[in-house]
C-alpha cells in the first residue's frame, strides 16, 4: 500500500490529453515538492517534473505538472506511442521523514 | 556531462550481504543528494535511503533500516548500498540516482540486478 496514491492505469489516444493524478496528505505533498518520473521497465526512471511544476532541460512542454493541496497532477498533451511507460509521483513525508512514491500509473495509448 | 555507473549483477544466497557500487563522473558529487530506489518483478519503484555527501546526512526508509547501509566516499566520487541478509524478495534491480533532493534524482545509474537464490 503506498502512501501517496495514484490511478493503476489511464488511456487515451495518440494527439489527445491524459492526466495523471496522486493524492497524498498535509505531511507529504501538503508540505513538500512533488517530482514526476516516467519509467520503462528495465531501464533508468527519467525526471519528467520537480518542485511540482518545473522541467529539467530536455523534457518536452507536452509534459506539465501541477498541485493543489495535498494532490498533484501530471498532464501530458499531444500523446505519443513512445509516451507509454509506467509514471511515479514522489515526494518527501514531513513526518516519516522518508521519500514516498506513488503506486505508478501504467498509460496506454491505444 | 554526468553520468552514474553501478556495478554489476549479482547472485546472492539467502542470508547473505550484497554491497552495489555507484561512480558519479562528470559533475559535483558531495553537495548533492544520492538517493537508493529499487524496483522488484512486477512492482513498483520502492525507495530505500539516501545520502548528502557533503553533510554525511544520511536517511533510510523504515523498512530497510536495520538491513541497509548507505555510504558516500567524496574521493572516489562514489556512493555505495550495502543490503544484508538477503531475502528472495530483495531479487530487483536496485538505481542510485543524484539529484537536489532525495525524491528528485535527476541523473540515473543504469541500475544493478541483485538476485537472491538458494
Known amino acids: 500500500q503506498s502512501v501517496l496514491t495514484q490511478p493503476p492505469s489511464v488511456s487515451a489516444a495518440p494527439g489527445q490529453k491524459v492526466t495523471i493524478s496522486c493524492s497524498g496528505s498535509s505531511s507529504n505533498i501538503g508540505d513538500n515538492y512533488v517530482s514526476w518520473y516516467q519509467h520503462l521497465p528495465g531501464t533508468a526512471p527519467k525526471l519528467l517534473i520537480y518542485e511540482d511544476d518545473l522541467r529539467p532541460s530536455g523534457i518536452p512542454d507536452r509534459f506539465s505538472g501541477s498541485k493543489s493541496g495535498t494532490s498533484a497532477a501530471l498532464a501530458i498533451t499531444g500523446l505519443q506511442t513512445g509516451d507509454e511507460a509506467d509514471y511515479y509521483c514522489g515526494t518527501w513525508d514531513s513526518s516519516l521523514s522518508v521519500v514516498v512514491f506513488g503506486g505508478g500509473t501504467k498509460l496506454t495509448v491505444l | 556531462q554526468v553520468q552514474l555507473v553501478q556495478s554489476g549483477a549479482e547472485v546472492r544466497k539467502p542470508e547473505s550481504s550484497v554491497k552495489v557500487s555507484c561512480k558519479v563522473s562528470?559533475?559535483?558529487?558531495?553537495?548533492?543528494?544520492i538517493t537508493w530506489v529499487r524496483q522488484a518483478p512486477g512492482q513498483g519503484l520502492e525507495w530505500m535511503g539516501g545520502i548528502i555527501p557533503v553533510t554525511t546526512t544520511v536517511r533510510y526508509a523504515q523498512k530497510f533500516r536495520e538491513r541497509v547501509t548507505i555510504t558516500a566516499d567524496g574521493s572516489t566520487n562514489t556512493a555505495y548500498m550495502e543490503l544484508r541478509r538477503l531475502r528472495s524478495d530483495d531479487t530487483a534491480i536496485y538505481y542510485c540516482?543524484?539529484?537536489?533532493?532525495?525524491?528528485?534524482?535527476?541523473?540515473w545509474g543504469q541500475g544493478s540486478l541483485v538476485t537472491v537464490s538458494s
Open positions: 540516482a543524484r539529484g537536489m533532493q532525495f525524491w528528485s534524482g535527476d541523473y
Open positions: 562528470g559533475g559535483t558529487f558531495r553537495s548533492y543528494a
